[in-house]
């Protein structure tokens, strides 16, 4: 399974439903999301990370 895939299962299951993708970005509620791969090695651990993308909030601020 692609990590996108993933990630899509992961929001999924926290009940979003409104969300996109913009490229390997996630978008939701018009936030994005890098994706990442999570080696944190926690038992409940899906193995995705969801990072707030950094250049949205710098243009929030503007
Ligand atoms: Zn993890």
Redesign the pocket.
């Known amino acids: 399974m692609t990590l996108k895939a993933r990630a899509m299962e992961k929001v999924e299951r926290a009940g979003i439903s409104n969300y996109s993708f913009d490229e390997d970005v996630l978008v939701m509620c018009g936030v994005r999301y890098t994706i990442d791969v999570?080696?944190?090695?926690?038992a409940d651990?899906?193995?995705?990370?969801l990072t707030r993308h950094l250049a949205a909030i710098n243009r929030n601020l503007q």
């Open positions: 999570c080696d944190c090695g926690e651990c899906d193995g995705v990370k």
